[in-house]
C-alpha cells in the first residue's frame, strides 16, 4: 500500500511538472544544452540553412541594387525551431503533452546561443542574448566588388549624433554565397540608424579632384585637394627638458590647387616633396612632419547612413 501511494504521488508531481513549459524550468532551474546542438539551433534561428525563397518569394521584393530592413519575427523563428525540436517527438493529439512542453522549455536556452555563433567567429566575448532582432538584406553589385564591407548598427537615441553613442552588436553578417550579389545582416536590438561602410583597411592617401589633361605633345594635370589648416602647441614633456607636440586641425576645409605636385612627365606619380611644401605654404608654417601629412592626406572609407522613419 505504501509504495502504491509513494507511485502515485510520483506520478502526480511528475504530471504537474511537465504539465506546462515554466513548471519544467522550475525544476530544471539552469537548463544546460550541448554546445554543438545549442549551435546549430542558433545558426537556425539566425536563418542558416533557411532556403532564401522562404525570405524572398518573389524577385520583385529585392530588385538589383536594393536594401529591405525588417524585423525578425519571434513567432516564425519560434516554429522554425519548433520544427527542429520536433525530429523524435512523440506526437498525440493533444497540444500540451510533456515532450512538447519539454522541448518549449528548451526553447530559449537555445535560441539565447545566437549571440554566441558571430562572436565565436571572431574571437571576441558574446554579447548578451538578443531580445529583438532587426536586419536588412542589401542586393547590388557593391556586394561582389567590396566583399569587406562593414556594417554599424545604432538604437534611437545612441547614435554617433547624439551625446552618448551606442552601437549594436551584430549577429550575422556574410555574403550569401561566394558569387551572389546579396548581402544579409542581422542586428541585435532594434536599428534606428545604420552605417554601411568600405572595410576599414580601405584607409588610404587621397586628393579630391583630378584631371590628366594628358596629350601628344603636354602633360598637365588638373587637381585639388581639399586642406585643413591646423596649429602646433607645444607643452613640457614628462622628462625634464622635454617638450609635446600636439595638433589641432580646423573644422573646415579649403580647396587648394596642387596641379604642380605632379613630375613632370608622369602624370600618374605625385613629387612628396613639392606636396609637403605646398601644404607647408597653406599652414604658413616652413615644413610639415609625417603625422602632420596623414592628418591632411589621410582620406576616410565611403560611407552610406539609413534611418528608420516613423
Given at each position: 500500500?505504501?509504495n502504491?501511494l509513494s507511485?502515485?504521488s510520483?506520478?502526480?508531481?511528475?504530471s504537474?511538472?511537465y504539465?506546462?513549459?515554466?513548471?519544467?524550468l522550475?525544476?530544471i532551474?539552469d537548463p544546460v544544452?550541448p554546445?554543438?546542438?545549442?549551435?546549430?539551433?542558433?545558426?537556425?534561428?539566425?536563418?542558416?540553412?533557411?532556403?532564401?525563397?522562404y525570405?524572398?518569394?518573389?524577385?520583385?521584393?529585392?530588385?538589383?541594387?536594393?536594401i529591405r530592413f525588417?524585423?525578425l519575427?519571434?513567432?516564425?523563428?519560434?516554429a522554425?525551431?519548433?520544427?527542429a525540436?520536433?525530429?523524435?517527438?512523440n506526437?498525440t493529439?493533444d497540444?500540451s503533452?510533456a515532450?512538447?512542453?519539454?522541448?518549449?522549455?528548451?526553447?530559449?536556452?537555445a535560441?539565447?546561443?545566437t549571440?554566441n555563433?558571430?562572436a565565436?567567429?571572431?574571437?571576441?566575448n558574446?554579447p548578451?542574448p538578443p531580445?529583438?532582432?532587426?536586419?536588412?538584406?542589401l542586393?547590388?553589385?557593391?556586394?561582389?566588388?567590396?566583399?569587406s564591407l562593414?556594417?554599424n548598427?545604432?538604437?534611437?537615441g545612441?547614435?554617433?549624433?547624439?551625446p552618448t553613442?551606442?552601437m549594436l552588436?551584430?549577429?550575422?553578417?556574410?555574403?550569401?554565397?561566394?558569387?551572389?550579389?546579396t548581402?544579409?545582416?542581422?542586428?541585435?536590438?532594434d536599428?534606428y540608424?545604420?552605417?554601411?561602410?568600405e572595410?576599414?583597411q580601405?584607409?588610404h592617401y587621397?586628393?579630391?579632384?583630378?584631371?590628366?589633361?594628358?596629350?601628344v605633345n603636354?602633360?598637365?594635370v588638373?587637381?585639388s585637394k581639399?586642406?585643413?589648416?591646423f596649429t602646433?602647441t607645444?607643452s613640457?614633456?614628462?622628462?625634464?627638458g622635454?617638450t609635446?607636440?600636439?595638433?589641432?586641425?580646423?573644422?573646415?576645409?579649403t580647396?587648394t590647387?596642387?596641379?604642380?605636385?605632379?613630375?613632370?612627365?608622369?602624370?600618374r606619380?605625385?613629387?612628396?616633396s613639392?606636396?609637403a611644401?605646398?601644404i607647408?605654404?597653406?599652414n604658413?608654417?616652413?615644413?610639415?612632419?609625417?603625422?602632420?601629412m596623414?592628418?591632411e592626406?589621410?582620406e576616410?572609407?565611403?560611407?552610406?547612413?539609413?534611418?528608420?522613419?516613423?
Amino acid at each position: 500500500m505504501k509504495n502504491s501511494l509513494s507511485r502515485n504521488s510520483l506520478r502526480q508531481n511528475l504530471s504537474e511538472t511537465y504539465a506546462k513549459p515554466s513548471a519544467i524550468l522550475d525544476q530544471i532551474m539552469d537548463p544546460v544544452i550541448p554546445d554543438n546542438l545549442a549551435s546549430w539551433l542558433s545558426r537556425l534561428a539566425l536563418l542558416y540553412g533557411v532556403p532564401f525563397n522562404y525570405l524572398v518569394p518573389d524577385e520583385g521584393m529585392l530588385p538589383p541594387e536594393s536594401i529591405r530592413f525588417f524585423y525578425l519575427d519571434a513567432n516564425w523563428i519560434g516554429a522554425l525551431t519548433d520544427g527542429a525540436f520536433s525530429i523524435g517527438r512523440n506526437l498525440t493529439a493533444d497540444g500540451s503533452n510533456a515532450s512538447l512542453n519539454l522541448d518549449k522549455a528548451l526553447q530559449p536556452a537555445a535560441n539565447a546561443f545566437t549571440s554566441n555563433i558571430r562572436a565565436k567567429i571572431l574571437g571576441t566575448n558574446p554579447p548578451a542574448p538578443p531580445t529583438v532582432i532587426t536586419g536588412f538584406l542589401l542586393r547590388s553589385e557593391l556586394v561582389q566588388q567590396y566583399p569587406s564591407l562593414g556594417v554599424n548598427a545604432y538604437p534611437l537615441g545612441g547614435t554617433p549624433s547624439d551625446p552618448t553613442p551606442v552601437m549594436l552588436d551584430i549577429l550575422r553578417l556574410e555574403q550569401l554565397a561566394p558569387n551572389s550579389d546579396t548581402l544579409i545582416c542581422l542586428v541585435s536590438g532594434d536599428a534606428y540608424r545604420v552605417d554601411i561602410h568600405e572595410a576599414p583597411q580601405g584607409l588610404h592617401y587621397g586628393i579630391d579632384c583630378y584631371m590628366d589633361n594628358c596629350t601628344v605633345n603636354t602633360k598637365t594635370v588638373d587637381a585639388s585637394k581639399n586642406l585643413f589648416t591646423f596649429t602646433v602647441t607645444s607643452s613640457p614633456g614628462p622628462v625634464p627638458g622635454s617638450t609635446v607636440q600636439s595638433v589641432t586641425m580646423s573644422s573646415t576645409a579649403t580647396p587648394t590647387d596642387i596641379s604642380t605636385v605632379f613630375r613632370p612627365g608622369n602624370t600618374r606619380v605625385m613629387d612628396i616633396s613639392t606636396l609637403a611644401a605646398t601644404i607647408a605654404a597653406t599652414n604658413n608654417v616652413p615644413s610639415i612632419d609625417s603625422a602632420e601629412m596623414g592628418f591632411e592626406m589621410t582620406e576616410g572609407v565611403g560611407m552610406v547612413s539609413f534611418f528608420k522613419t516613423t
